[in-house]
């Protein structure tokens, strides 16, 4: 039973280093060796930080299915079960034995397990600001995944304490790991964060958004201190972004075009996929897509809450005929990359913390995004108006779920074809968090369930 708990303590096999095959990622734990004899220059630390980002795009996790549980789990979009995609998640019903959460989960670990083995092993000018740039790099990354596995699998939005193991080590002979209190897990992602701020160095960033680069540390510091509703520093790391003068916001005129591959400025992080690399039937393209798959919808609900003069309007597809929308405009082929983190996010952080103090320049932050997509500009920077232009600008990118629930909102059936039992999710309902897997709660006696399942 042990073996099923090597999902959290990865194993790197000899022969780690001699290929870039997906193959020589997953788990081994029949070869495995001690990790510094193959690590040894800051080249085989980019070469592991680069696997992370590889595992960070798997359908499992970012490349599609961590996106689309926000979505078809909230008021913009439903599971139609055209291929059978997503019907669980859709209706707010999973088994600790499905594969949705134990897929998720396996994934997410397996990309905090290379950053792990970078940030724990020590090579050639181990102290030169290149590898501690890279080290920086890969606290950045376990703080994401573990914040994503936290705001998936926690109880913070069902009423319990159960956050999620904070795994630090790729091997230290410990196969027991227990669940830590939600507000630790939170204050161990903000270490790393504040970890990856301290070592990373702008000579050293990549020109390219598909890296995390000292500002996108600021970025996800924006997103973590809005969640701990840490508003005050939500906007100091908010505007360490925006007054750097790196990014901007597309015009109404060159927003729809740029989904179709890189982001370039408009982008702080996105995974990068090309013609060769990309995930073929499994891409976000085809689930949201009408063709053999198609599983994604979009509720009439969202699509009405657009202007016809909004840019964003006419990302979607709209058949009269059959009543059917869906998003076509974001991801539209195979090789577009995924946002993780937008500057549109950043800039609706700053407004969403402004607002939440009371700040006098809450309402001229906010119009920034409207003003850019030929929609009407708001009269008052409410907490709402965030949200509602949150849900407009972020829509089909994996936030709404979680903006709703961090703000302790129901999830509310807008539509009839959307597929939960009742009229509503209620805040505080067991049913918010995935169940940890059947695998891991059997292989680890500390591993606690949670609870309704």
């Known amino acids: 039973?042990?073996?099923?708990?090597?999902?959290?303590?990865?194993?790197?096999?000899?022969?780690?280093?001699?290929?870039?095959?997906?193959?020589?990622?997953?788990?081994?734990?029949?070869?495995?060796?001690d990790v510094e004899t193959n690590v040894n220059t800051a080249e085989d630390l980019e070469g592991i930080i680069l696997g992370a980002y590889d595992r960070m795009n798997a359908s499992t996790y970012l490349g599609r299915d961590y996106i689309v549980y926000?979505?078809?789990?909230?008021?913009?979009?439903?599971?139609?079960g055209n291929s059978g995609r997503f019907v669980g998640p859709g209706q707010f019903f999973l088994n600790a034995t499905d594969a949705y959460p134990s897929d998720t989960w396996l994934q997410i670990y397996r990309v905090i397990a290379n950053a792990n083995i970078v940030i724990n092993t020590e090579v050639t000018d181990n102290e030169s600001e290149e590898v501690q740039h890279l080290k920086g790099e890969a606290y950045a990354i376990r703080a994401l995944a573990h914040m994503d596995l936290l705001r998936l699998y926690g109880e913070q939005y069902s009423g319990g304490t159960l956050g999620v193991p904070y795994v630090t080590v790729y091997n230290d002979g410990e196969l027991y790991p227990s669940r830590l209190p939600i507000q630790?897990?939170?204050?161990?992602?903000?270490?790393?964060?504040?970890?990856a701020e301290t070592k990373m160095s702008l000579s050293y960033d990549s020109d390219s958004p598909t890296r995390i680069t000292t500002l996108?540390?600021?970025?996800?510091?924006?997103?973590?201190?809005?969640?701990?509703?840490?508003?005050t520093a939500v906007i100091d790391a908010a505007n360490r972004v925006i007054g750097s003068g790196a990014y901007n916001l597309a015009d109404?005129?060159?927003?729809?075009?740029?989904?179709?591959?890189?982001g370039g400025n408009t982008s702080v992080l996105e995974l990068a996929f090309t013609s060769t690399d990309n995930l073929s039937n499994d891409a976000i393209y085809n689930i949201y897509q009408g063709a053999s798959y198609g599983d994604?919808?979009?509720?009439?609900?969202?699509?009405?809450?657009y202007e016809q003069s909004d840019v964003r309007k006419a990302l979607?597809?709209?058949?009269?005929?059959?009543?059917?929308?869906?998003?076509?405009?974001?991801?539209?082929n195979l090789t577009a990359n995924i946002r993780v983190i937008r500057y549109a996010e950043i800039v609706l952080n700053y407004a969403e913390a402004l607002a939440q103090t009371g700040a006098d320049n809450a309402l001229e932050v906010l119009n920034m995004i409207p003003a850019k997509r030929g929609a009407s500009l708001y009269e008052e920077a409410t907490v709402e108006n965030v949200l509602t232009e949150r849900r407009k600008e972020l829509a089909m990118e994996g936030h709404r779920f979680f903006d709703l629930v961090r703000n302790g909102k129901d999830i509310v059936k807008v539509d009839s074809r959307q597929t939960f039992s009742g009229d509503k999710i209620a805040f505080g309902s067991a049913l918010l968090p995935f169940p940890i897997p059947q695998s891991e709660v059997n292989a680890n006696p500390n591993m606690e369930q949670n609870d309704g399942y």
């Open 70 to 80: 926000a979505e078809v789990r909230s008021d913009n979009a439903f599971s139609n």
């Open 216 to 231: 996108g540390v600021f970025a996800l510091q924006s997103r973590y201190h809005l969640y701990t509703k840490n508003y």
């Open 316 to 332: 979607y597809t709209y058949n009269a005929a059959t009543g059917k929308i869906r998003m076509t405009g974001k991801y539209p």
């Open 252 to 262: 109404a005129e060159t927003y729809a075009g740029l989904w179709a591959g890189s």
């Open 184 to 195: 630790e897990v939170w204050d161990k992602i903000g270490e790393d964060l504040q970890q």
């Open 296 to 305: 994604i919808e979009v509720t009439a609900d969202l699509y009405d809450s």
């Open 1 to 33: 039973m042990k073996a099923l708990i090597f999902s959290i303590y990865i194993f790197i096999g000899t022969t780690f280093l001699t290929s870039c095959s997906e193959d020589f990622l997953e788990p081994e734990v029949t070869t495995s060796k």
